[in-house]
């Protein structure tokens, strides 16, 4: 018979570990996988994302880390459209993660930093943030409006650059429909 608990009600219970055991299933055993996630926010600054992995590597390496799967990303820390971050953030949530390392605490996200943490510790994965640097309130206040404001110049640069195309091409239907 299989064993049963029982809850403070006498309400009948069995854990999956004995169901599996009495029905002849087995199993099987889930590796989590280990994640490096580098980011920067344009091409340009290549470089640095090959400084950062080289940070998380030797950090590794000192740990005794193996089997780190390295995903780096270029893109800015406000656009959560990136897919290398996005899938990361699915495989967390599935489970299949059971460390995430991270250079710098703003290289996962600009913003909702606690969120992603929570995240992660819900799914049982663990975040290891390895550059802990400790700014000043108002140093990390000036960092995140020059995030900001580079973020929405670049829209109204790009908004500029649509406008132009678009004119033109009212222009050339204009002479076109002449």
């Given at each position: 018979m299989l064993p049963a608990h029982r809850t403070s009600t006498g309400r009948r219970y069995w854990d999956r570990?004995?169901?599996?055991?009495?029905l002849g299933r087995t199993t099987a055993v889930q590796v989590k996988k280990r994640y490096a996630y580098c980011r920067?926010?344009?091409s340009a600054q290549r470089p640095d994302l090959k400084k950062q992995r080289?940070?998380?590597e030797q950090f590794c390496v000192a740990k005794g880390l193996g089997d780190?799967?390295?995903?780096?990303?270029?893109?800015?820390?406000?656009?959560?459209k990136r897919p290398k971050f996005l899938s990361l953030i699915d495989e967390?949530?599935?489970?299949?993660?059971?460390?995430?390392?991270?250079?710098?605490?703003?290289?996962?996200?600009?913003?909702?930093?606690?969120?992603?943490?929570?995240l992660c510790d819900v799914h049982e994965c663990s975040l290891?943030?390895?550059?802990?640097?400790a700014v000043s309130p108002e140093r990390e206040m000036v960092e995140d409006l020059k995030?900001?404001?580079?973020?929405?110049?670049?829209?109204l640069y790009g908004l500029r650059d649509y406008r132009k195309k678009l004119n033109e091409a009212l222009k050339l239907g204009a002479e076109n429909g002449k």
């Open positions: 570990a004995d169901l599996d055991k009495y920067v926010s344009s080289k940070v998380v780190v799967e390295y995903l780096e990303e270029i893109g800015g820390g406000l656009n959560f967390i949530i599935t489970g299949e993660v059971e460390t995430l390392l991270i250079a710098h605490q703003d290289r996962l996200s600009r913003f909702g930093f606690d969120l992603l943490k929570h290891t943030v390895i550059n802990v640097e995030a900001i404001t580079h973020c929405f110049s670049a829209r």
